[in-house]
């Protein structure tokens, strides 16, 4: 089918369909925030959304589109539709629209982030742009192909996935779906990851690494403060030394320019806790959590190697680093006893970029010049 016929058939986006979905989602966004242990997001309240709009669509009542709800733990689905194609082995996907948020406190909004609100042509609320926007367009998209059922060379399909923002609990999201090779055959041709909070194609992503700094001293009274190894302090000097190794071995990289990433690699924590006490009391551990987010430039595994060298040789240097103040010490020669730093890592994501000499860059630039909908011309070209 040529992509003026694509594009005819398709029509526009349903702009008054688009919100409605997009409403009920938003609606259901305090629901799908994502920060175990307090947060575990139900992401089967989303897909419910997007079955009441796919479903009467579906193969099950005379439609053509192909939905598979596939669930590895309870209300945390994930959704795989499929409009089939004419021609055996050509396909082209949509994968990442992810059903989970990021944490919102209504106390630090100027509205309420849990229902979708419209200021002119701004649509506002949690998830509008990462990721329940993107869930809903898609969802139009595969409704509209099943509503017109255009004659396409390849099959077109949709993967709406759980547990993006946090992956503390395995086993739930696009990796369970990888690891029983649900997505194989989306390997025979391009694949489209729709997961992005600016306005235009993304070409590159950073991979994240989620990692725990744990810290063990020596608790005692804070007025006898020389009778301690506080965790506290030698978490930060310690940290201050990891964070100086990562930057010298993981510099900003030059192909950071040429794929417009507006941030170089980084190492920083974002979490501190520890096991409570009085403000007179210094604590014998704590836990500095973090993250790095790596340009795609750079191995995972390399970064994650890294940072335990550094971890071990502070370990095994510990007399070396900074302390804070006249009796501020990591080691107790007379009670033999010396702080110490475990570093360990949740599930890390590798980052991608598109290759800018192929073929599915040029013709996700084509359509996007093209405007409306980006993937009419992805279609007609794939």
Known sequence: MAAASVTHTLGDLNKDSFVSLLSKLIGESKHVQNNPPDLIPEEDRIVRHVLDVLRPLSTANGGPLVINHVTYKPNRGNLIVEYPGTQPGKILSFVGMHMDVVTANP????????????????LRG????????????VAELMRRLGETKPQLKSTVVAVFIASEENSSIPGVGVDALVKDRLLDKLKQGPLFWIDTADKQPC???????????????????????????????LAMEALKVI????????????????????????????????????????????????????????????????LQ?????????????????????????????????????????????????SRGFHVLCKATESGGWACKTIFYHW
């Open 309 to 357: 060298e550094y971890v071990e040789d502070l370990n095994a240097n510990i007399e070396n680093l900074d302390t804070r103040g006249p009796v501020s010490k990591y080691v107790l020669p007379d009670e033999n006893l010396r702080g110490r730093m475990t570093i360990t890592f949740d599930e890390a994501m590798s980052g991608v970029a598109c290759n800018l000499d």
């Open 126 to 137: 949690r998830g509008t742009t990462d990721c329940l926007g993107h869930v809903a367009l």
């Open 203 to 233: 070409i590159g992503t950073g991979g994240m690494i989620p990692w725990k700094l744990h810290v063990t001293g020596k608790l005692f009274h804070s007025g006898l403060a020389h009778k301690a190894i506080n965790p506290l302090e």
């Open 243 to 306: 964070q100086s190794r990562f930057y010298t071995d993981f510099p900003p990289h030059p192909n950071e320019k040429v794929y417009g990433f507006a941030t170089p690699s980084t190492m920083k924590p974002t979490q501190w806790s520890y096991p409570g006490g009085g403000i007179n009391q210094i604590p014998a551990e704590c836990t500095v959590c973090g993250d790095v987010r790596l340009t795609p430039f750079y191995s995972v595994t390399d970064v994650m190697k890294k």
């Open 107 to 122: 106390s630090d909004w100027d509205f309420d982030p849990f229902t979708l609100s419209i200021e002119g042509d701004k």
